[in-house]
């Protein structure tokens, strides 16, 4: 497999590709050591896992130059992710232990009943890699604290990533046949699926979610999908500082070329801050520097992959024929490298795709609108379920709006963000289970019920 950096087009590097038999020998090496890492103390897995939280730091510079170079994320935006997957292991660390514990409900003398949280065995995680850090450290630490093995494959777009994460973990003491990476594309994943691991952890596009979701059904197993959203924003008539506004909404929507999972996807504002509100957001998003992705300047890169180019200027063609106005992004970029110029579109509609499917770029509509009932309704006419923000100077003004989302998560005042000490999950298209939060540590968990009739200590 040619590993392409985006932002010159060049081969960077080749690796093999894991066929199924090598796959298939992965899954019997991890499933011998699954059981004997269950055995492990948990001191002695959060020793390992601290030690790879260290290696992180050490070698940030080094890995965030590897992320930048096959996927085309910003330096300082890599060096960040770098940084944002360490503080969500620094939580893991801290509370991972308590949330895996023994838990007594009864525990009289002759009557006890208790719930251990057995692991769930050999475990997949098939990843993304717009943030393969985050992603991969929402399933993969806590998966190796509850005493899973886990058969990793990473994205073929962040493969170099993949292999640097696996020798960090590795090199701080998770055993070789406890933790693996699979390399490759659609044909590896494929290949896990026909094996009978004992739980697969999915993070990706809707489409790739559902197949999977689909396929693993017969095994019986758990199946956790965090996939895509076309997440809203709303700006309502209860705001003073529209510029403040507008800045932070550019931010959640090109931050990493608008490659989040959570990124704003679509704007709507009261018809009487549109125009003050559209102004502001123009003006913000021409100030983004565009270029090359080292460069320690640069706030939006190449996009990943070629094909979105052309995904994308189809959004913009089809919101275009439908009435929309280009208010930024016309020029189009001319050197080599997947670059597409930030696109702010006015004068939307939900006739149109760039309103209605996952983007996942930098391109965004605003939408005026006559009163929240009329956001809300808006804001609901989708099948996905991710985030959904509202700025509202007053609590009292955005709190009605956000009982009503159905969504995961919800932002007041802010977006495009996630806490390790939160939910990260999404409803209907945008997946099934969670990560993060005590939830997302017992996701690789299975609970025993003990029933305990006799003298136990
Ligand atoms: P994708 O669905 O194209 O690929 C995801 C993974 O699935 C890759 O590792 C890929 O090799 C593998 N794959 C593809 N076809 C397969 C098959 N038939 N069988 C098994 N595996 C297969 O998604 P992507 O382009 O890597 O990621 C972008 C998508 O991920 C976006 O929709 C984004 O919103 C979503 N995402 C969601 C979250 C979240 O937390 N909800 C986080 C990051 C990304």
Redesign the pocket.
Known sequence: MKIINPATEQIISEVEVDSPEVIQSVWEVLADGQRRWAKISMRERLKAIERFYELLDQQQDDLAHTLTSEMGKPLNQAKGEVQGARSRISWFLEHAEKYLADEWIEQEAGNGQMIRWDPLGVVGN??????PY??GV?VFIPALLAGNSVMY??????TLTGLKIEELLHQAGIPRNVFQMVT???????A??DLPLDGYF????????Q??YE?VAKKMVPCQ?????KDPLYVSADNKNIAAVAQAAAEGAFYNAG?????VERIYVHHSLYEAFTEAFVAETKTFKIGDPLAEDTFIGPL??KAQVEFLQKQVGDAVIKGAEILAGEERWRDKGYYFIPTVLGDVTHSMEIMTE?S?GPIIGIQAVKDDAEAIELMQDTQYG?TAAVYADQWKSAEPILRQMRTGTVYWNCCDR?RPGLP?S?RQH??IGT?LSYLGVRSFAQPKAFHLNGIWT
């Open positions: 098939i990843s993304a890699w717009n943030y985050l992603v929402n494959k990473p994205s073929e777009y962040a490759g594309g659609k044909e590896a994943g494929e896990m699926l999915f993070t990706g596009s809707n489409r790739t979610g197949y999977i396929r999908m965090e996939l895509g959203g490659q989040s999972c959570c990124a990943a992959r996952e996942f991710l996630l990260w999404g945008s997946g990560t």
